[in-house]
């Protein structure tokens, strides 16, 4: 299971400045016996723990099983029906407060870069081809559930030389049908090498094939 770093960044910093560095995700990821699964933990720039992500994908590439943490929140879900959750505070394992949540969404989003390879991936997308998603956000620092549409289309695939071999890159355009606001993504196998907000800092090895099973 190779293991990797992402930076995370906020997409404009104060007036007349770049974005500004937020923390960074490091993340082990790949195909297993249920399917794909990832795991993170997100830190501030001062070191401090914000969050973890723990998401495995079935063979369709649907959330199996989803549990994201931060903020002194705790969400755990996946694929019922749509997608189901549960949302609870941190402090209360035992779950007596929580809440429960259902949508006949597609999947679920949110800041890890393991929500676009979930997408992308469950879109199985033929170059040139764009599909309508809707999915439920977990939105930071709280966790809050909430319902999005998307577009998205698979604009294109580069073919890039590296020293393991050629790899891979698939470019998406992904629409907020809310604003109409538009941005790239890059993605190669499993990993995210480049979105609004994330940079591919650190990989140990190669990205890792999609396995053809997943997409047949």
Known sequence: MPNGR??????????????????????????GPAGWRYVSKTYA???????????????????????????????RGGAVDGVA?????????AGEHA????????GFTGTSPAFLVA??????????ASVRVRLVALTEPVLAPRTV???????????????SGPLLVERYVVADLATGEQ???HLAGDVVLAAPG????????????????FTG
Do not use: K
């Open 183 to 185: 941005h790239t993504v």
């Open 119 to 128: 997408t992308a991936r469950m879109l199985r997308l033929e170059v040139g």
């Open 45 to 75: 720039p001062d070191g401090s723990v914000l969050g973890t992500t723990d998401l495995t994908l079935d063979s369709r590439s649907r959330p199996l099983r989803l549990e994201v943490r931060a903020g002194g929140w705790q969400v």
């Open 85 to 93: 959750w549960v949302r609870a505070d941190a402090a209360d394992p």
């Open 99 to 106: 809440v429960e949540g259902h949508d006949r969404a597609h």
């Open 149 to 163: 549409d998307q577009g998205w289309q698979l604009a294109g695939v580069d073919t890039h030389d590296t020293d």
């Open 6 to 31: 992402y930076s995370l960044h906020t997409d404009t910093g104060p007036a007349g400045h770049g974005p500004v560095l937020v923390g960074e995700e490091r993340f082990s990821c790949a195909p």
């Open 198 to 213: 994330i940079e591919l800092e650190e990989l140990e090895s190669p990205p890792n094939p999609w396995p053809a099973e």
